[in-house]
């Protein structure tokens, strides 16, 4: 589950002055990784592999990924969506409906990348390395979906006692398990998605302040 703060990720690759990278050596290489994923799970990954598919020395990779971890969240990096910071104008419902529709906008662009994130999210259960990169990841990733709650909760459109972590949770998990499950998110449904959560967490928040009366 991700949480509001944490670490950010390491960077993969500490960049040194010199001649500028070349472009498609980084996008074959990207490519490899996800190639890879895709056939043999994460742990079919290796430094060789990915070299010897993308037409790369070894040494090539291992100048801009340190750990195999690197590998797999350099490839969500270069292909998962980042989402926009909220607009202050903005209305939460707004703001949040307008990140997870650019989420799946992108997740219909590249489809690899749902299978990418589905065969992650298996694997990472049996290695606490990769889950603890993809957990700081995430943290990072969806911040502006935290940043949008609290938004909203600051400007008194969310009650003071919402779960902003719950709320995160419930707005991505769910998109994504549907792509996993059954494919492509309708923008219909994504709409109503937003709203049955937006409401869950008024109304969740309202009957816990009842209680405490």
Known sequence: MPQATGPAPEAPEERRPGRPRD???DEAILEAIGEMILEG?????SFEGVAARSGVTKNTVYRRYKKKADLALAFLDG????LPAPDPGASVDLNVQRMLRRMVQEFDRDPTLIGVISSLAGDEQSDPQ???AVNRYSTQRL???FDALALGIERGELPDSTDIEAGVTLLYGPV????????PVTLEQLDSMVAIVLTGLRTLASDSNEQDR
């Open 143 to 145: 911040q502006p979906l």
């Open 41 to 45: 799970g994460y742990q079919s990954l």
């Open 130 to 132: 990769l889950r603890a």
């Open 176 to 183: 994504l398990m549907e792509y996993m499950l059954h494919g």
């Open 23 to 25: 472009g498609r050596i």
């Open 79 to 82: 292909t998962h969506p980042h």
